[in-house]
């Protein structure tokens, strides 16, 4: 026979069972429809995160000015003529840049941060110089080896910002960047420029996916040049 205490505790572990029990929800939706909401709205989810990856890894960029040519075409305002259009591997993937590595960068001190398309020369710790050679041009030589540089528009002249003989040590954390068109480019020669700190690199150039009007054919969109940059 059942004493009053075990009917007791039997009582409460119903009473307890019931509120554990849960009760069904008058919005869930069922059916066929159901489960096509819930798909849709596993599918956005993901979307999202693809998009939020995205705009963290990789950015589009577009191309202005003449610094970079040949390799790129930049957009110009005197004709309204549109540049390359690149996509970017952001920073927030990878911070560490190297010697050949075309970059996109934001200097506070030239022209309030506008970005800027050059090519990472030295990195730091390595020793920038510049020297005449016998066709009258400058040559540069990173840590005194002498640089083969098959991607400029024509040999260096020299500028105010640097000459004959110049030499500097990149400091660690930073780079020299020059632009392919030297004469006709504003990038750590020059003061305002100077030596670039990495924080101030958003990316590396990846893919040329649009390509710009070059002003030396016509203003002519060369599709061959769609793809990889360092082609």
């Known amino acids: 026979m059942e004493t009053n205490e075990s009917v007791e505790l039997d009582a409460k572990a119903v009473g307890t069972q019931k509120k554990n029990k849960k009760k069904d929800n008058p919005f869930e939706p069922k059916g066929f429809a159901g489960s096509i909401y819930v798909m849709l709205h596993d599918m956005v989810a993901i979307l999202a995160v693809i998009v939020i990856v995205l705009l963290l890894a990789a950015r589009l960029v577009g191309v202005s000015g003449s610094s970079m040519y040949p390799t790129l075409v930049g957009a110009r305002e005197s004709d309204e003529a549109k540049g390359d259009y690149l996509i970017l ?6 911070a560490e840049f190297a010697q050949g590595d075309i970059v996109v960068a934001s200097v506070p001190s030239f022209q309030d941060g506008k970005p800027i398309v050059k090519r990472v020369v030295a990195v730091g710790g390595q020793t920038v110089s510049f020297r005449m050679g016998d066709d009258s041009f400058l040559h540069v030589y990173v840590d005194g080896v002498l640089q083969s540089e098959a991607y400029i528009n024509e040999p260096m002249e020299v500028r105010s910002g640097a000459g004959d003989g110049f030499t500097a040590t990149v400091p660690a954390g930073c780079y020299f960047l020059m632009g392919d068109n030297r004469n006709n480019s504003t990038d750590s020669r ?42």
């Open 89 to 94: 591997r952001s920073n927030f993937i990878s």
């Open 190 to 231: 020059y003061a305002d420029v100077g030596m670039v700190d990495g924080r101030y690199i958003l990316g590396k150039a990846l893919w040329l996916v649009f390509p710009g009007q070059d002003a030396r054919k016509e203003n002519a969109r060369d599709w061959s040049r769609l793809g990889n940059v360092y082609d």
